[in-house]
Nanobody, 121 residues
Framework: QVQLVESGGGLVQAGGSLRLSCAASTRTFSTFTMGWFRQAPGKEREFLAGISWVGDRTSYADSVKGRFTISRDTAKNTVHLQMNSLKPEDTAVYYC??????????????WGQGTQVTVSS
């Protein structure tokens, strides 16, 4: 079991950057694969990025590849999503997710409450 709390969302102009953070409440953080998703109004939840237990493997959606970077700090039980060159179409609620499965892609089991990201044009 793990509890996830996102932070770092907000309003930013197009072309700007934001860094999202997700704090995980668990004693076994290093055994969870971590991911970031987003959901825009009227759209399905979309996988953005995932990172393996020890951070040696990452996966990104084509829509964010080259602009977003996922990382994890095992000592602080935290995963980050650095978002650069933001576009208005990146506007969505962003969710942190976790699972014990070692496969970075695919469904996740645990979810945070989400943080709103709004990119103005």
């Amino acid at each position: 079991q793990v509890q996830l709390v996102e932070s770092g969302g907000g309003l930013v102009q197009a072309g700007g950057s934001l860094r999202l953070s997700c704090a995980a409440s668990t004693r076994t953080f290093s055994t969870f694969t971590m991911g970031w998703f987003r959901q825009a109004p009227g759209k399905e939840r979309e996988f953005l990025a995932g990172i393996s237990w020890v951070g040696d493997r990452t996966s990104y959606a084509d829509s964010v590849k080259g602009r977003f970077t996922i990382s994890r700090d095992t000592a602080k039980n935290t995963v980050h999503l650095q978002m650069n060159s933001l576009k208005p179409e990146d506007t969505a609620v962003y969710y942190c997710a976790a699972k014990r499965n070692i496969v970075v892609s695919g469904p996740y089991d645990y979810w945070g409450q989400g943080t709103q990201v709004t990119v103005s044009s």
